[in-house]
């Protein structure tokens, strides 16, 4: 069982940064793959980025390749999403996921999600 708890979310405006952060309860965090979801209002949830077990390896959305930026820290049990020039397309509920296939952009490729954390960017 992983818990799964995001942070960093906020009201910012367009052009702005954030850093949104994931922490998990679990021992074996660096089992898992790890990714990012969004969804907005009335839309379905959406992939955003992906990162392997090590960290070295990552994937994204080619529309959001260069603003986003994950990451994690294995020791620490934590994964981070770097959002810089950020736009009012971008708001949404970001959650975080853990799971067992690589690099999967399917929400059902994940077994443990978190509440989410909201990000608003207004314009």
């Known amino acids: 069982q992983v818990q799964l708890t995001e942070s960093g979310g906020g009201l910012v405006q367009a052009g702005g940064s954030l850093r949104l952060s994931c922490a998990a309860s679990?021992?074996?965090?660096?089992?898992?793959?790890m990714a990012w979801f969004r969804q907005a209002p009335g839309k379905e949830r959406e992939f955003v980025a992906g990162?392997?077990?090590?960290?070295?390896?990552?994937t994204y959305v080619p529309s959001m390749s260069g603003r986003f930026t994950i990451s994690r820290d294995n020791n620490k049990n934590t994964m981070s999403l770097q959002i810089n020039s950020l736009k009012p397309e971008d708001t949404a509920v970001y959650h975080c996921?853990?799971?067992?296939?690589?690099?999967?952009?399917?929400?059902?490729?994940?077994?443990?999600w978190g509440q989410g954390t909201q990000v608003t960017v207004s314009s």
């Open positions: 990162i392997d077990r090590s960290g070295l390896a990552t």
């Open positions: 996921a853990a799971g067992s296939i690589f690099f999967g952009r399917a929400p059902q490729s994940y077994n443990y």
């Open positions: 679990a021992r074996a965090f660096s089992s898992y793959y």
